[in-house]
Nanobody, 111 residues
């Protein structure tokens, strides 16, 4: 059974940083791309970042240069380092792979 558990969210001031973590189990980690999505209230869920099996990455235009996705295949963990956070980054952040989703972790950027 695939399980994805996110952690690391919280309240941060504009310009601050957070590191989200996603612990994956029950999945052959190296075979799948891993994604971070986010959903703000009243908005559609959007893909923020992806790391493919090859290690290549994709970022939404709104987070390029500020967010970095990485994976530790030995620990079956995926991370999202978020720097220079803005109020518009406020959302629930979800880890996802192969149509499986975690429960999400809330990120709030506010002064």
């Amino acid at each position: 059974q695939v399980q994805l558990v996110e952690s690391g969210g919280g309240l941060v001031q504009p310009g601050g940083s957070l590191r989200l973590s996603c612990a994956a189990s029950g999945v052959i980690f190296r075979l799948y791309a891993m994604d971070w999505y986010r959903q703000a209230p009243g908005e559609q869920r959007e893909l923020v970042a992806r790391i493919r099996q090859s290690g290549s990455t994709y970022y939404a235009e709104s987070v390029k240069g500020r967010f970095t996705i990485s994976r530790d295949s030995f620990k079956t963990m995926v991370y999202l380092q978020m720097n220079n956070l803005k109020p518009e980054d406020t959302a629930m952040y979800y880890c996802a792979t192969d149509n499986f989703w975690g429960q999400g972790t809330q990120v709030t950027v506010s002064s």
